[in-house]
């Protein structure tokens, strides 16, 4: 099974989610699962591609057709009750950036000259 998501030709939505997480599960693996299946069914979503390492370093991106597709997310009553646990359980730090994506390219061929 291929980690890469199957993007479509830009432009699409990137919502790039990096965390820190505190020690100890506490309910997250559970929740992340439960989130992942939910914004598969979410209209407008296109994919993800996510890693952690031992230390509970973690980068998700999550792509979108659309900013409305990324906004109703963000919304969804499931997701905002995940959000609230994620700032005061799990995390320790992170981040969250928005940003259009305008051109991709492959590889290790890459783009062609």
């Known amino acids: ?5 199957p993007l479509p030709d830009p ?3 990137a919502v790039i ?3 820190q997480r505190r020690e100890g599960d506490l309910g997250y693996g559970m929740m992340a699962d439960r989130m992942m299946a939910l914004a598969e069914t979410q209209p ?3 994919g993800v591609e996510s890693t952690r390492d031992t230390d509970g370093f973690g980068i998700t ?3 979108w057709k659309d900013e409305a597709s990324l906004l109703a997310w963000k919304a969804e009553a499931e997701h905002l009750a995940a959000q ?3 700032k005061t359980r799990w995390y320790a730090h992170y981040s969250l950036r928005v940003a259009k994506v305008e051109r991709a ?3 290790p061929e890459g783009r062609e000259a």
């Not at 099974?1 to 998501?5: D, E, K, L, P, V």
């Open 105 to 107: 390219y492959d590889g």
């Open 61 to 63: 991106v999550s792509y």
């Open 84 to 86: 609230t646990l994620g």
């Open 1 to 5: 099974m291929s980690r890469f998501a």
């Open 11 to 13: 432009p699409y939505y």
């Open 17 to 19: 989610f990096t965390a």
């Open 44 to 46: 407008g979503y296109i």
